[in-house]
């Protein structure tokens, strides 16, 4: 008998194990009369005859595992005509154990338990709406997409939360107007539950998720009884007072106060109208610039609102980058500006942007955007005296416009159009890309392609050319694959509307990798990757690189997370764009880089991150090493910090310096970069914050070499010393209070430095620069922003 009972154990959990797997667990929600009083405590009737969801199966570190009884999860659902109600137990044997640190709000992976809940109204295996809850009672809120979780997407809702002697509780109320579905009536939505516990660092699903498929979307359970329900009228207006005082280095001051509104209108149960009316992105994270040394422009992040929530649709294929739209200037007019001095010119002004976005009951998606933005100048002085104003950027409209059919939910189409038009005879161009992301049915393969065409107008001019990717992936198991192809005509561009480093490529890729999803002896986790790439231009048809590159991925069972990284140019690169001028060619010898990085266990109090990089190139005696080192400090569950430093050195790096005459000059160059980044967050409630980011980026480039490139693509030592030894500095500083005094509502109090120098003077070390830098007249910005969020739902109601 005793015998026996073990292995019987073993059987029923691999039996409920095998049934978790194939059939999805089904929740049968009861319409309430009475809703819920929101405030975490099950003393509502509404709970008393409420089905229970539990039986939580661990998602990692062990994955399958079914929850401990003295630590079950028990969750009750109910709904009415205008939302769904949650409440949730999450059982603890150590209530005084439960960790519960403070963070901003949509901040909710830090030292705390949460809990999650994701419904998806259309059961598609995409259209996730995510809603998590935190020990400290912080809300957090996200979308699912093609690219994983748009935690930039805010909605309303209500939440709270109480710890007891039994463990902890979290009740909300999840109005209609937070999700988007269709008036005709669906049997079953999708649905799934999440538990963390951070002091195990254990993570718990309702409805079981193989992590060994890769598809986490499509491993939902089912929500049924969700019957007789009308979707609201999704109309919410949130205007907005700014109020700016700059302070520039000159000692000027300069006011403004601005208006306007961000608008969202749900035009049926699926699709909504967003706008931004007379918008102000004045507050948004400071770009983290850089002395750029490449031939090649550097992509910086999203920052604007309305331009990173709900961007899904419009991010297919990889075709609109939204920085193009307002921001910087450019000379798109081609204006000379040789003659001119004492340059002014302000950023590019955005009048006014729409977005419609949304499925349809047939699991269309459909996306509309578009922006206009104002006519830009630059203003300075020519050689007689004369002041000029002069257009460089025309009076712009931007357009993107998307179709996606969802098939059998794990199959795709997509058909994306961009387009940019200009007043006058600017450039004009317009690119459209078809996208297809299939997977098997057994969602172990994957078969991903896009095709584009880019077609860009000039006066009389045009030019047209396409590109083209392809992969092959194994998607599912410890061991998988991905074989892909790649070509880029040497004429296509699509840089007006979306981002694209270069063209002219033709390339082949192979990976695999290999990993676990079972703790296995010191591993939690590891994974170890091998990948070669082989790349020619698209024209001619000529070599130019091949590298392998070998990297392991791995935590072990006390949380210590590692990496060693391996790559390798074997042989020589020609590289065809370094030289800035067309069919010239640079020859790289071989070199290799070794890199690795470690991170500790963020549930103590204090953790550290360091990294180390070591580049070897024999044939140019070129030598780089790179260290970063950041601590981590949890004061207490309110205070917060981290400071990082990342020292660089290299040796000899050889690339363009400039022209003499008509000769390409190359330079051999020692190169000092250092970057310090401290931030530091008091949380003084849930919905109260303060935060402080300064950062510190400079980067000295000294010659000891100049070089003539020569036909051939070698080059050869010449005497002159053309002086382009560089010395650059930014400076950054952000002090930011956050109140949300309201639902849906903000007030911001924002302070910031801001200061970039570059000149010639590389002698000094680089405490003497750092002391010099911050001592630097700089430009200070001193703002208020109130926004206050209008619901019609709650006018009417």
Known sequence: MTTRTPLLCFTLFCANLLTAQSEPKVY??????????????????????????????????ENGTPERNERRTEVQLAFDDDAIYVFARMHDESPEQILHQYSPRDVYNVNTDYFGIFINPFNDGLSDFNFYVTAAGVQSDSRTTDDGEDISWNTVW??????????????????????????????????????YTRRNRQNYTWNFIDRS??????????LRGMENIKPPVRLSLMPYFSAYENVYPSGDHAESVNFGADLKYGINESFTLDATLIPDFGQVAFDKQVLNLGPFENQYQENRQFFVEGTDLFSKGNMFYSRRIGGSPKNITNADLSD????????????????????TSG??????????????????TDSTG??????????????????????????????????????????????TGFIANLNNNSNSYKLYGEGKYAHIAQGDSTIGDYSTYVALSKIKGNWRWNIAQQYVGDEFDQNDLGFQARNNRFGHSVEGSYQIFQPTGWFNRYRITAIATHYMLANPRVYESFDVEGHFFGITKRFFAFGLDFESSPVDKIDYFEARVPDRKFIRPPGYTHSGWISTDYRRPFAIDASFTYYRQPGFDNEMYSFNIEPIVRVNDKLNFSYEITPSFESNNTGWSGFMGDSVIIGARGIWTAQQNLKLNYIFTPKMSLSLNFRHYWRSLRYNQYYNLEEDGTIEVIAEDL??????????????????????????????????DSDNNVNSSYGENFIQSIGMPSTHIFSIRLTYFLDYAIFAS
């Open 213 to 222: 498929v890769a598809t986490y979307e499509l491993q939902t359970g089912l």
């Open 28 to 61: 049968s929600i009861e319409r309430c009369s009475t809703p819920p009083v929101i405030d975490g405590k099950s003393n509502d009737e509404v709970w008393n005859d409420a089905a229970i969801a539990t039986n939580f199966f661990m998602l990692e570190p």
């Open 386 to 431: 004369e002041e000029l104003r002069i257009l460089t950027e025309p009076l712009t409209n931007y357009n993107v416009f998307v179709i996606d059919q969802r098939i059998n939910r794990n199959r795709s189409v997509s058909l994306v159009n961009t387009n940019v038009m200009r007043n006058g005879a600017a450039r004009d161009a317009n690119v």
């Open 723 to 756: 002086g382009n030894d560089v010395n650059f500095n930014t400076v950054n500083v952000d002090l930011k209070f956050s109140w949300w005094y309201a639902p849906g509502s903000e007030l911001v109090l924002l302070y910031r430095s801001s200061l970039i």
């Open 158 to 195: 209500k939440s709270e939360v109480s710890i007891d002697s039994l463990g902890w509780t979290v009740e909300m109320e999840i109005p209609y107007q937070c999700l988007r579905f269709s008036e005709k009536a669906v049997k079953d939505w999708g649905l799934n539950m999440m538990r």
């Open 340 to 359: 001119l001095s004492d340059l002014t010119q302000d950023y590019t002004r955005l009048l006014n942007a729409t977005k419609i976005s949304g499925r």
């Open 363 to 380: 699991n269309t998606g459909i996306g509309f955007l578009n922006a206009i933005t104002d006519n830009n100048y630059i203003e300075g």
